[in-house]
């Protein structure tokens, strides 16, 4: 890094709106690009530029490396989601106690960016790495399957930017992503009979826009926009006992802003840092294909996430850092045991060891502790509505975030 001075409508958007995937961010938003991130719980990650994983936050932050700059690594997220104090009661009428222990999963993030500085003021980057990903399963025999069954989603987001250095202080940056996603989504009663079925996957492409400000060496703010694309995915969808085949699955996935700062104590091995993030989750309003029609109502509201941490700089060989984040609640007036969303915190520590002076690994660990919700939903079996089922329960989603990272100049 330079010492003078130092960011849709998918088959997979619609599988992971209506998984259990909540124990990561609100909405299905995936924080997975870096371990060195993942252990700071993402203050100041559009700005800090200590290997190259910034790149997927603001392109921008390019322009502060003069080497050629590797970083790859992966995610584990292993989901606790909780049903409980949870009554159900049959299309019959019958009422049963339908809690659920852990309908979570462990799944997998891998990641990949390369920042390759042209001259003294272009810089270029290619990445890859995991929007959204997760599985997650009620048992066959769950007796409100109709509100939860199985949910299997995979993504890749295959990013190329540019930076360009304006002077001593200011850099811009811009990039594409390109996101592929594919899942499978079931739903289905404890008796067997069907009620939704979709799989599909789908290619989108949306892009990215940064500024970098250096006020000095020790102190500089990053700021991003994110345009997410509205993807449109084929496959097949069962609905009220109807195939659609080669249906399109149509979904808006939100825009997002970022700021953040970093700020080293001059004369110390202590800097601080923080991000303040805006999703648009406002878009995501229905789930709609084409042919199938309206599939689910959910009416989303915006998103904050507020974030701050801090770095030591112990010795040559050994970084320590650790950050907090407080991350609202995608969800509005309607919820869902299928989608455990709530405000909650991230508890995050994390460490770099060099193991040259040009290559170290980075370890991340974050707990995440997500809150109560209470959820009342219903089940309509026929048009006129007379012949449903309902379930009134508590959801509460934890999760335990873990990431390995090799990062390396040449």
């Known amino acids: 890094m330079k010492k003078s001075c130092l960011f849709k409508k998918s088959a997979l958007a619609a599988m992971v709106a209506l998984a259990s995937q909540q124990a990561l961010a ?34 921008a932050a390019m322009a502060l490396f003069d080497e050629m700059a590797l970083s790859l690594g992966v995610v584990s997220i292993k ?23 852990n309908a979570g999963s462990t799944s997998y993030a891998p990641n990949l960016h390369l920042i390759v500085p042209v001259n003294d003021k272009f810089a270029v980057g290619v990445n890859a790495y995991t929007n959204f ?26 990013g190329l930017a540019g930076s360009y250095r304006i002077g001593d202080q200011w850099s811009i940056g811009a990039g594409l992503d390109i996101i592929y996603g594919q899942g499978k989504m079931k739903r289905a009663t404890a008796s067997g009979t069907k009620l939704l079925d979709i799989d599909a996957d789908g290619w989108a492409v949306g892009f990215n826009l940064g500024s970098v400000y250096e006020m000095d060496e020790n102190n500089r703010f990053g700021l991003a926009y994110h345009n997410s694309p509205e993807l449109e ?15 399109t699955l149509m979904l808006p996935l939100p825009d997002i802003w970022e700021l953040s700062g970093y700020h080293r104590i001059e004369n110390s091995k202590f800097a601080l840092h923080y991000s303040v993030e805006w999703i648009g989750w406002n878009t995501f309003d229905t789930l709609t294909a084409k042919d199938a029609g309206d599939i689910k109502k959910y009416n989303w509201q915006n998103g904050m996430h507020y974030s701050i941490g801090g770095t030591y700089y112990l010795n040559n060989d050994w970084t320590l850092r650790a ?23 991230w508890f995050s520590a994390g460490f770099t060891y ?50 390995l990272q090799y990062s390396q100049t040449f």
Do not use: C, W
């Open 26 to 59: 609100a909405g299905f938003q995936l924080n997975s690009q870096s371990a060195t991130g993942l252990g700071r719980a993402f203050a100041g990650d559009a700005v800090i530029a200590d290997n190259a994983s910034v790149m997927a936050k603001n392109a």
């Open 79 to 101: 989901t606790m989601i909780e049903v409980k104090d949870a009554e159900y009661t049959s299309a019959a009428g019958s009422t049963h106690s339908a809690n659920y222990d």
């Open 133 to 158: 990903g997760t599985k997650t399963e009620f048992s066959d025999s769950y007796v409100a399957s109709e509100f939860g069954s199985s949910t299997d989603i995979k993504s890749m987001n295959l």
């Open 233 to 247: 995915a084929d496959g097949d969808v069962y609905k009220g006992g109807v195939t659609y085949t080669d249906d």
């Open 323 to 345: 950050g907090y984040m407080y991350d609202t609640s995608a969800q509005d007036e309607i919820t869902s045991i299928s989608v455990p969303d709530s405000n909650r915190n």
């Open 354 to 403: 060099n193991l040259t002076a040009k290559s170290n690994i980075d370890f991340g660990f974050t707990y995440l502790l997500g809150k109560d919700v209470e959820v009342s939903e219903t089940q309509y079996f026929t048009p006129d509505g007379s012949v449903k089922s309902t379930l009134n329960a508590t959801t509460h989603a934890n999760a335990i975030l873990m990431g």
